[in-house]
Every structure is written in structure tokens, then in C-alpha cells.
């Protein structure tokens, strides 16, 4: 119910109109209507709270494994990709429905985009006895990686792990790691890194990380390099 306060001004609600009083001045509002959720609309605030919540911890995990530059708003970027590759939307969590491969190609640096600076492709080949072998073309920085400017050297980094992002504690299982340091106009030969995967189930990812290493500081982070997803499977 509205009262009446200094001024004869009113505070308060008379039917569905609120009367606020900010910084000397009444405004009269409408009360916003009450939203119903029916049985759909639950299920859907429970699923995406879930994949909220896995998505925090499976980037926790990834941050505390790996080296990432990010922007500012790549967690809700990542949060959705991570809905798709969990299936949000299956009746059960579970590795038989996951499509961890929605991961693939995601943009952690939205300032310096993957897609628009590494100008190459990595093949993955899953081999008998739980083997992969990845091959990695010729690189040279300033042609197949195209570096913001004043770029002094270069170092990819390729990360393979094994996750399960339906259990309730998300921890990676490192698997193996590549590193290639660049120079500018020095082409590095073409490389195949090679791995055998664990016998656990998961999902099986390899991260793509470039930072790059300039002639003057300072330089702002999110010019520092990118990261992507370069594969993902369930194993």
C-alpha cells in the first residue's frame, strides 16, 4: 500500500502502479508481472544452471592447467558452446550423448581470433591401440601466422587431455604436449606429434595456444595471443 511522505508525495503501491521517489523526484511504474513456470520452463532454468555450473568448473580446470589469454566476455561465450557440447538438452547426462566436437574451433581471444591469425590446419588421425598421431605443416610467422604488429617471436603449444565434464568434480588428465617455437620469416618444417590415449572414457580435446613475444612493452593482454580447440571426441 503507498503512504504518503514529505510533500504529499506518495511511496509505494496502489494496485498494479509502484511510486518510487529518487533523488527529489516520483516516478510511477506498472509492477512487473509474475512469470508462471510450468513444468518446460523449470526443467529449462535446472538444465542451463547445470551447465552453468559444469562450464565454471570445467574452465577452472582448464585455467589451472594451462596458459590462456582471454577476453572479457569469453566465459559466456564458452558457457554456450559448452551447452552444445553436452547435449544440454538430452533427457540424461551423459558420454553417449555429449558432441564435445561443438567445441572445435572456439574463440577464447575474441581481439586476436585463432581463425584470423593461424592460417593453417593441424590433422588428427586416431590410429589401433589407442594411438594419435597429429600432423602440424610448415609454419612461418608473418605468412601462415599473421602476428599483431611489432611481433618479435612466436610459440604454439598443443595440449592434449582427457576430461569427463558430467562428473560433479571436473579434473583433466593431461595426456601429452607440442611446442614449436616461430621467427619471423624462418619456416619451421613440418612436424607429427604422436600419442597414445589413456583407457579411461572421456572426452578426448587438444588446445591450441599461440602467444607471442614483442619488440617493446608494454603491450596489452589480450594482443598476447589466442587459443582454440582444435579437436574433440568422445573416447
Known sequence: MAKPIQNGTLNGAIGNI???????????????????????????????????????????????????????????????????????????????????????????????????TCHFYVEFTQGSNNTVECRIPALTLGQNIKPPKAVRSANLQLHAFMVDPNKPDIDLTPISSHELSLQPLKTVPEALWGFNTPSETGWLVVLGTITFEFRQAPVATTLRGCSTYLFAKVL
Open 18 to 116: 509502484v511510486f518510487v521517489n529518487r533523488g527529489g523526484y516520483t516516478y510511477a511504474r506498472t509492477k512487473p508481472a509474475k512469470i508462471k513456470q510450468n513444468a518446460s520452463t523449470k526443467a529449462a532454468a535446472s538444465t542451463f544452471g547445470w551447465v552453468s555450473q559444469q562450464d565454471k568448473k570445467f574452465r577452472f580446470a582448464l585455467a589451472q592447467g594451462y596458459t590462456l589469454i582471454t577476453d572479457s566476455y569469453y566465459a559466456a561465450r564458452h558457457r554456450a558452446s559448452m551447452a552444445k557440447a553436452l547435449n544440454a538438452n538430452a533427457t540424461t547426462a551423459s558420454l553417449t550423448v555429449n558432441m564435445p566436437q561443438a567445441l572445435e574451433g572456439f574463440e577464447f581471444n575474441s581481439q586476436v581470433p585463432w581463425a584470423k
